[in-house]
């Protein structure tokens, strides 16, 4: 009878039974944990080109574009892992972020 209820207490469940979110609980840990050391691309942020549209800021997975008096200022690299996607996001004809090989 135990294995049974073992199993079950460890049955997998679908992407559909999942509950929405996450809880985070010790707040301290998110910033203890910089991720950003394993990257193999970096976005460089040129300041001058930015029209502060926030389109980068809206779609950065990892919170690292730095806003300050209502303007994006830069990326925190310590968070950033690569992924791009403020580089996509940035407008066609501003291209304020753009993707270079990392250098370490």
Request: aromatic share 8%.
């Amino acid at each position: 009878m135990a294995d049974k209820e073992n199993k079950k207490e460890c049955a997998i469940v679908s992407w559909q039974e999942l509950q929405c979110g996450a809880l985070v609980k010790d707040l301290k840990r998110i910033k203890e944990n910089k991720t950003g050391a394993w990257r193999s691309m970096r976005p460089v942020f040129y300041k001058e080109k930015c029209i502060n549209c926030y389109r980068c800021w809206m779609f950065c997975p990892d919170s690292a574009i730095k806003i300050e008096n209502d303007k994006v200022v830069g990326i925190d690299y310590d968070y950033c892992k690569g992924c791009g996607i403020c580089a996509q996001e940035c407008p066609k004809k501003v291209q304020a972020i753009v993707m270079v090989k990392e250098e370490k």
